[in-house]
DNA sequence: CCCGTGACGACAT
DNA sequence: TATGTCGCCACGG
């Protein structure tokens, strides 16, 4: 439990504004771990047991696509996302561009 | 200790 | 532009 890298991800992830949405590799790269951007998403699926929950439901893809609502369930994900805010069409992030939160640009560590 | 797997990403064709 | 393949690293068995 006490792993730190999976515990740095899910700190990340909660970082993550309402009506924001960020990719598994923008976490990955601010990690320091930019080409293991599978582990994040490895760590969101072991995120159900991480507390605070984490908002997985804002991360998705590089293409803004809700890859993780496979494993949310049904169009879950995507209701949770409209219901902050962020326009979501065919499982697909709409101006995902500018919905896109970089930690790396917006904690411009 | 070795092998397979995976909520991705970049590059090559 | 679309499709295919490789790489990446951590975790489980």
Redesign the pocket.
């Given at each position: 439990m006490d792993?730190n890298?999976?515990e740095r991800v899910y700190e990340v992830a909660r970082l993550i504004p309402v009506g924001r949405v960020t990719?598994?590799?923008?976490i990955?790269a601010f990690l320091g771990?930019k080409?293991?951007?599978?582990?994040?998403?490895?760590?969101?699926?072991a995120?159900?047991k991480a507390l605070p929950p984490v908002p997985?439901?804002r991360?998705v893809?590089?293409?803004g696509l809700l890859?993780?609502k496979?494993?949310?369930g049904g169009n879950l994900?995507e209701e949770l996302l409209k219901s902050e805010g962020v326009e979501v069409v065919d499982d697909q992030v709409q101006d995902f561009k500018s919905l896109f939160w970089d930690p790396s640009v917006e904690l411009a560590l």
């Open positions: 792993d890298f999976f990719s598994y590799g923008a990955a771990t080409g293991s951007s599978r582990m994040v998403g490895y760590a969101m699926q995120c159900g997985a439901h991360v893809n590089r293409q890859t993780a496979f494993h949310f994900m």
